[in-house]
C-alpha cells in the first residue's frame, strides 16, 4: 500500500539474471493506494520484476526512467492496472505475453520495450494495447524471435526505431497489425524483418497498417522511414501490408528522395502488399521525386490498385504484380529503371497527369488499356506519357473528353525514340473533329490534332485561285 502517494523504486542490484541485466528485486503482491501518482522505477543495474497472480490496484502511470522493468504476471493483463499508462523515458521493459491493459496507450521517450523476456534470445511474446506513441528510444517485438502485436489505436512515430523481428527459420511469425493511423515523422524509422517459413507462398513476418500510412519528410538529408529485411535463401522478406492509404507530405527546403526501401540478400527481398485498391496521396517537395518505393507491390488478401493524387511525384522502382487499375489523377508516376506496372489492367491518365518512363524504354502492352482523359478547359489538357524510347506497336489506347474539345492540339506523349506508326487499337472512337499525328512537333510528340472545318479548306482552296490570275497578271 503506497498509502496515497507515488511509488518511487530506485534500486541497484548487483550479480546476474539469465540474460536480462543484473539480480532481481521481486514483488509478487498487490500495489495498490498511490492516490494516481503512479508507480516510478529507476535504476542503473539490476531487474525489478512485478510477478504473481493477482492485480495491482495503483490508479497512476508507470514511468519507467532507468535500469529494467520485467513484467512476468501469471495472469492475463493485470502488471499494469486497468486505466493506466506506460512511459518509457530511459532503461528497459521486458515482459512475458499480455501484461498490460488492452486499454493502455504507451509512450517511449528513450530506453526501449522489448516484447521478450530478455535482450539477446528467447521465446517471443504476444502484446495488445491502444496507442503508441514514440518520440525516441525502441520498440521491438522480441529477441531473435518477434511475437504477434495488436495496436488497437494508432502508431504516432516521431524518433526511435520500431522493429518487427522478423521470424527464425521455423517460427509462427512476427505480425503486427496496426489498428489506426501509422505516422512517421522527424527521422523515426520502421524495420521489418523476414518470414520463417520456407513455404514462399507465405509471409509469416509482416506489419499491417488498417488506418493509414502519414509520411513527412525531414527539414533536410536523406531519410528512409521504412525498411523491408531480405529473406535468406529460401525465405521470404518482410512484409508492409497496406489496407488502407498513404499520404506523404513534402518539403520546400530538402531536395533529398525519401525512400521506402528493400535491400537486396541471398533470398527474396521484401514486399508491400496491397488489401484493395489503394491511394498514395504525394504532396510536391523540393526533390525531383518525392517519394521512392523500393519494394515490388504486390495484391494483398485481394486484388491491389494503385491511385496517384498530389501535385508531387512517386516512383515505382519494384517488378510491380498488382493486378488492379492504376489511376493517375495528378502530379507523376513515374517507373524507374525496373519499375513495372505490367500487371495492372487499366492505366488511366487524368488530364494534366503524367506517367513517366524516361528511365527505361517502355512498351505500351496490348494486354493493358491505356485510357487518356483529355480537358478543353482553360489552355486544355490530356493524360500526358513522358518516354524515352515508346513502344506504341501493341497499344491499346481510349480517349475520354470531359467537354467538347476546342483546342488545336492536344499533346498525349512525348518520346525520343518510336517504335510504331499507330497505336495497336483504338477502343471507342478519336474524339470528333481531331485526328491522330504520331509526329508531332518536329517527330518527338503523340497529338490529338484539330481536323481543319471544310469552310476552311474552301476558303484555303479559292484563296490559291484567285492567287493565280494575280500572278499572271504581274507578268
Known sequence: DLGGREGVVLFNT?????????????????ITNDGGHGLSIDGNLGVFELNGATANTYTGDTTVNGGILQLRMTANNIALPTGTNLVINGGTVLQNSNQIPDS????????AWRITSTTSNGSSFQETFTNLTMTGGLFRNGASDGGPVNILGAAMLSGGTFTAVGAESGKSGSNIVVTGAMAISNGATVEIGRSGSSNLSVYNSSVTLNGGLQLTNLAGGAYTPISLDPGPSGYNGGRLVLASDVTFDGNA????????DAPSGTGPSGT????????FNIGDGAAAVDLAIVPAITDGTSAGGLTKTGAGTLALDGANTYTGDTTVTAGTLALGAAGSIASSPIVALNAGAVLDTTSQSFAMSGS????????????????????????????SVNFSPTGTLNDPAYVLAQYTGLTGNTFGSIVGAVPAGYTLDYTYNGGTQIAL???????????????????????????
Open 14 to 30: 548487483a550479480g546476474s539474471s539469465n540474460g536480462s541485466g543484473g539480480a532481481k528485486f521481486q514483488i509478487g503482491g498487490v
Open 104 to 111: 493502455a496507450s504507451v509512450t517511449i521517450n528513450g530506453g
Open 253 to 260: 527546403g530538402n531536395t533529398n528522395t525519401v525512400i521506402i
Open 272 to 279: 508491400i502488399a496491397l488489401n484493395g485498391a489503394r491511394t
Open 368 to 395: 493493358q488499356l491505356f485510357q487518356f482523359t483529355v480537358d478543353p478547359t482553360g489552355t486544355g489538357s490530356a493524360g500526358f506519357i513522358n518516354a524515352a524510347a515508346l513502344d506504341i506497336t501493341s497499344s
Open 449 to 475: 490534332v484539330a481536323i481543319p472545318e471544310p469552310a476552311s479548306l474552301v476558303l484555303l482552296a479559292l484563296g490559291g485561285v484567285l492567287m493565280v490570275p494575280a500572278r499572271k497578271r504581274s507578268r
